[in-house]
């Protein structure tokens, strides 16, 4: 099929295509721009159009495609757009205060129940806090590695054991 003949094929199908574009995308503008994209695509394409096959069905195929691909993108990148003061009271503007109150209470929580800790658990937990890998660990302290991994797992179960009952005792007092 020559140039020609297939620009002469696709404008007898354009308002198919156009109102195929309208049930996909629900809106006349993006269905415009689908229908371009399509024509784009077709006429760059064309030469894998096979002659004597539906012509319609395969300019619609390639417009299902672009609808679907475009879809996709746009929901991977869930873009939010609000406008700036329509959903919100106030403005805080570029001005951040940090409130370092909680943290403080948190940390010498923290602090507490660790301190708790026995030793066993508490020595290697410390090392890996301060940045010591195992295979260090397990060397200054002259113990296996697969001990050490454990300690450190069982410190952690039992520092989340004791902060949750801490703040569960907090909560309902």
Known sequence: MSQLEFTHAFARLEKLLLLFA???TK??????DLLQET?????????????????KAWLMTIMR????????QKKRRQVLYTRPGSD?????GSRV???????DVAAKEITAVIA????????????????????EIAAGLGIPLGTVKSRIFFARKKLQESLKG???AQGQG
């Open 22 to 24: 309208l049930q996909l």
């Open 27 to 32: 809106d006349e503008e993006d269905a415009k």
């Open 39 to 55: 024509a784009y695509k077709a006429f760059k394409y064309r030469s894998l159009y096979q002659p004597h096959t539906n012509l």
């Open 65 to 72: 495609n672009t609808f679907i691909n475009h879809y996709r």
């Open 88 to 92: 919100f009271l106030f403005d805080a």
């Open 97 to 103: 205060v940090n409130n370092a109150g909680e943290s």
């Open 116 to 135: 708790e800790l026995e030793d066993w658990l508490k020595v290697p937990f410390l090392m890996h806090y301060q940045g010591y890998k195992y295979e």
């Open 166 to 168: 801490l703040y569960m």
